[in-house]
C-alpha cells in the first residue's frame, strides 16, 4: 500500500494547460480503471473532481480532464483560471475483493501564475 | 443535501482511546459504504478504513490494521471509528466520505475532525 507518486508542485499561467501525473504499480493504478481525482483548498475538506480514470461529476467544468496509460494516470486542467490553485490528489483503488484498499498520492500544489 | 458530519476529535496521550463519530443525511444511508480518510498537518491524505453499507464487511490500511475499528449503526445513519493504542502519529484531521462501490471513489466528505494525540 505506498502512496503513489505525485510531482509535488506544478504551475501555469491564466489560460494555459497543466498536466499532474500519479504514478503507482499494477497493483493499483495499472490493475483497475478506478482512479479518482481530488481538489482540495486550505483548510477545506477534498472535493470529487474525476472518477473511473476519466469521467467528471456533475458540476466539474469540462476543462478537468483524467486519462491513463499502464501504471500511471494523468489530471490535465486546460484554460487555467486563478479559482484552480490548489493541491490535487490521486487516488487508487487496489488489491483484490477480499483485500481492498485505497491508496491516494502524495498530492500536487497547482499554483496559478 | 448530502451531508456528512464528524465529531469526537480531541487531544488525547499517546497509548490513549477515543472515538469518532460520523452522521449521514440527505441520502439512504444503506444504499453506501462509509470510509474515513485521514491528513496529518502539512501533510496528504491517508485511507484509513472502510464499513460497507450492511456492516459485515470492514478493512483497514496496514497503519492502523489491530489498533482502529470501524462500524456502523444503520438505524442512526452513524459510523463509528474506534481509535486506540493512539500514537503522535495519528494526529491528524479525520474525514469520513462516502464511498461508490461500482467506482471505488469518494463523492461526498464531511469537514473533519481534528485529533490530537500528545502528552
Known amino acids: 500500500q505506498s502512496a503513489l507518486t505525485q510531482p509535488r508542485s506544478v504551475s501555469g499561467s491564466p489560460g494555459q494547460s497543466v498536466t499532474i501525473s500519479c504514478t503507482g504499480t499494477?497493483?493499483?493504478?495499472?490493475?483497475?480503471?478506478?482512479v479518482s481525482w481530488y481538489q482540495q483548498r486550505p483548510g477545506k475538506a477534498p472535493k470529487f473532481m474525476i472518477y473511473?480514470?476519466?469521467k467528471r461529476p456533475s458540476g466539474v467544468p469540462d476543462r478537468f480532464s483524467g486519462s491513463k496509460s499502464g501504471n500511471t494516470a494523468s489530471l490535465r486542467i486546460s484554460g487555467l483560471q486563478a479559482e484552480d490553485e490548489a493541491h490535487y490528489y490521486c487516488c487508487a483503488y487496489g488489491g483484490t475483493y477480499t483485500f481492498p484498499y485505497w491508496v491516494f498520492g502524495g498530492g500536487t500544489q497547482l499554483t496559478v501564475l | 443535501q448530502v451531508q456528512l458530519v464528524e465529531s469526537g476529535g480531541d487531544v488525547v496521550q499517546p497509548g490513549g482511546s477515543l472515538t469518532l463519530s460520523c452522521v449521514g443525511s440527505?441520502?439512504?444511508?444503506?444504499?453506501?459504504?462509509i470510509h474515513w480518510v485521514r491528513q496529518a498537518p502539512g501533510k496528504g491524505l491517508e485511507w484509513v478504513a472502510v464499513?460497507?453499507?450492511?456492516?459485515?464487511?470492514?478493512f483497514y490500511g496496514d497503519s492502523v490494521k489491530g489498533r482502529f475499528t470501524i462500524s456502523r449503526d444503520n438505524s442512526k445513519d452513524t459510523v463509528q471509528l474506534q481509535m486506540n493504542s493512539l500514537r503522535a502519529e495519528d494526529t491528524a484531521v479525520y474525514y469520513c466520505?462516502?464511498?461508490?462501490?461500482?467506482?471505488?471513489?469518494?463523492?461526498?466528505w464531511g469537514q473533519g475532525t481534528l485529533v490530537t494525540v500528545s502528552s
Open positions: 473511473d480514470v476519466n
Open positions: 440527505g441520502f439512504t444511508f444503506t444504499d453506501y459504504g
Open positions: 464499513v460497507w453499507y450492511d456492516g459485515r464487511d470492514k
Open positions: 466520505a462516502r464511498g461508490r462501490s461500482s467506482t471505488q471513489d469518494f463523492d461526498f
Open positions: 499494477g497493483r493499483d493504478v495499472g490493475g483497475y480503471s478506478y
